[in-house]
């Protein structure tokens, strides 16, 4: 009964001093400095997580679920194609279409010519010749022509022809690409990763992984445990917390390295 007894006061006085050696540390530990981290070679230390991380990255794959689309940027797309409609401008009024020719007929009046030896009057309405001996003059009615164009028979007017360049539209919701009418439809652009990583853009990852914001990657990271180190003092863990505790006779060298 006293070897119990004994032995229960020894138990309980190993626990009271097991509890108390992290508050002597803390009581010990009079100038604080902060434990700077780091991570092994090849990894690289994550301040937000407080962790080291070794990335290794690959291309995604990028695909199109449905049927006839193909990657385009950050979509899908497949193209529908149209023929190409030929028109004429409105300025070119009554033109008509020909081939690729847009053909303006144009209405000017004649010119008027006399016969040989007659003149045409000052009105340009008739002609006349003038005898010089008798002064007697003669009339006659003048010929019209066409300087340009051809002579309507019916209308007797000049007719002349000018071309122009056909233009070109496309249906409703088409648009010209590459001199074809094209419609475009779009679908979502599908990713995978290999096994083992995963699909991630830059903003949902640490920027010390050097990933840009709007890049997107595969990518895994092997974990390594954080060590701390000081530039002076002696590493000590209090309250879960690394720190660097300076003796009085150490305040102006370096005191310790440890690495935890």
């Avoid at 000017?108 to 009057?121: E, H, W």
């Avoid at 006349?128 to 007697?136: D, M, Q």
């Avoid at 180190?229 to 003796?247: A, E, F, Y």
Wanted: net charge neutral; glycine share 6%; aromatic share 8%.
């Amino acid at each position: 009964m006293v070897m119990m007894m004994k032995c229960g006061a020894v138990a309980c006085c190993l626990a009271l001093l097991a509890a108390c050696v992290p508050l002597a540390a803390a009581n010990q530990c009079r100038i604080r400095e902060e434990a700077h981290p780091h991570c092994p070679p090849g990894f690289m230390y994550d301040q937000a997580a407080n962790k080291c991380l070794k990335p290794f990255r690959h291309v995604p794959h990028y695909y199109c679920a449905d049927q006839g689309y193909a990657v385009e940027g950050d979509m899908c797309a497949k193209n529908q194609y149209a023929d190409l409609i030929k028109y004429c401008r409105a300025e070119y009024q009554d033109a008509t279409l020909l081939s690729e020719t847009c053909l303006v007929t144009v209405t000017v009046p004649p010119a008027n010519s006399c016969p040989p030896g007659y003149r045409l009057t000052e009105d340009g309405s008739r002609c006349f010749s003038k005898c010089e001996y008798s002064g007697r003059i003669v009339y006659c009615p003048v010929k019209p022509y066409c300087p340009d164009g051809t002579m309507d028979e019916d209308t007797q007017q000049c007719k002349m022809f000018h071309s122009h360049p056909v233009d070109f539209t496309c249906p409703l919701g088409f648009k010209i690409c590459d001199a074809k009418c094209v419609l475009k439809h779009y679908a979502e652009r599908l990713h995978s990763c290999p096994d083992g990583f995963e699909f991630k853009r830059g903003a949902e990852l640490p920027p010390v992984l050097g990933v840009g914001p709007a890049e997107e990657t595969c990518i895994r990271c092997d974990h390594a445990p954080v060590m701390y180190h000081c530039n002076r003092g002696d590493l000590q863990w209090i309250n879960s917390k690394p720190v660097c505790c300076v003796s009085r006779g150490c305040s102006g060298g370096h005191c310790g390295l440890h690495r935890e």
